[in-house]
């Protein structure tokens, strides 16, 4: 079973930036895809980015596109996301999770999840 957990919430101005972290347990990592997805009060979950932590291939949310950058680091088992210029609708529970699957952006694919970091921009 895969345990995975994030860091690096918190509270930034409108802007501003922010690394997420997320270290997974396991010996098999480099077999899943990591996603980032996100939920705000009163909204479904989100996706927003995607990495094949085998092959490094990467998928982006229409929303941050251009704006966060998925990356990985397999010899510490983590996956980032960095997320520059930050906007107030951005702000939601952030959890990475983790998948088998080739429905990257699909929540449902996902089968083990983090316990999310929250990520509040201030206008």
């Known amino acids: 079973q895969v345990q995975l957990a994030e860091s690096g919430g918190g509270l930034v101005q409108a802007g501003g930036s922010l690394r997420l972290s997320c270290a997974a347990s396991?010996?098999?990592?480099?077999?899943?895809?990591m996603g980032w997805f996100r939920q705000a009060p009163g909204k479904e979950r989100e996706f927003v980015a995607a990495?094949?932590?085998?092959?490094?291939?990467?998928y982006y949310g229409d929303s941050v596109a251009g704006r966060f950058t998925i990356s990985r680091d397999n010899a510490k088992n983590e996956v980032y996301l960095q997320m520059n210029s930050l906007k107030p609708g951005d702000t939601a529970v952030y959890y990475c999770?983790?998948?088998?699957?080739?429905?990257?952006?699909?929540?449902?694919?996902?089968?083990?999840w983090g316990q999310g970091t929250q990520v509040t921009v201030s206008s």
């Open positions: 999770a983790k998948t088998t699957s080739t429905r990257w952006s699909s929540p449902s694919a996902y089968d083990s």
């Open positions: 396991g010996r098999t990592f480099s077999m899943y895809v």
């Open positions: 990495i094949s932590v085998r092959t490094s291939m990467t």
